[in-house]
């Protein structure tokens, strides 16, 4: 059984930092785009950031470029999400996601289906 489990999330003060953590299990993803999407209250789900099969092929929306940084190790079957310079913008709960098809670059993992893999979501608060 795939599974995704995000963790990393919590309260943090506007202009802080948190680092999420997405441990896959069930099957390598080392082929695979994964990803970072974000929902906030009363708001659709929104793409965040994500990376290719290599490290060198990541993707990011225009609202946290510059801020958020995507990695993964394959060794690890995880992938990260370090975000700096936190807003209360960026409150959501945050979820982790990988494309079912593989060799997949990081622009096309920027929209994934719900056929996809997705984990459950961790909540990041940032305060004013």
Do not use: H
Not at 8 to 24: D, I, K, P, T
Not at 45 to 65: L, M, Q, W
């Amino acid at each position: 059984q795939v599974q995704l489990v995000e963790s990393g999330g919590g309260l943090v003060q506007a202009g802080g930092s948190l680092r999420l953590s997405c441990a896959a299990s069930g099957r390598t993803f080392s082929d695979n785009a994964m990803g970072w999407f974000r929902q906030a209250p009363g708001k659709d789900r929104e793409f965040v950031a994500t990376i290719g099969r290599f490290s060198g092929n990541t993707y990011y929306a225009d609202s946290v470029k510059g801020r958020f940084t995507i990695s993964r190790d394959n060794a690890k079957n995880t992938v990260y999400l370090q975000m700096n310079s936190l807003k209360p913008e960026d409150t959501a709960v945050y979820y982790c996601a990988a494309t079912r098809r593989p060799f997949t670059s990081a622009q096309q993992g920027a929209v994934m289906s719900p056929d996809d893999y997705w984990g459950q979501g961790t909540q990041v608060t940032v305060s004013s």
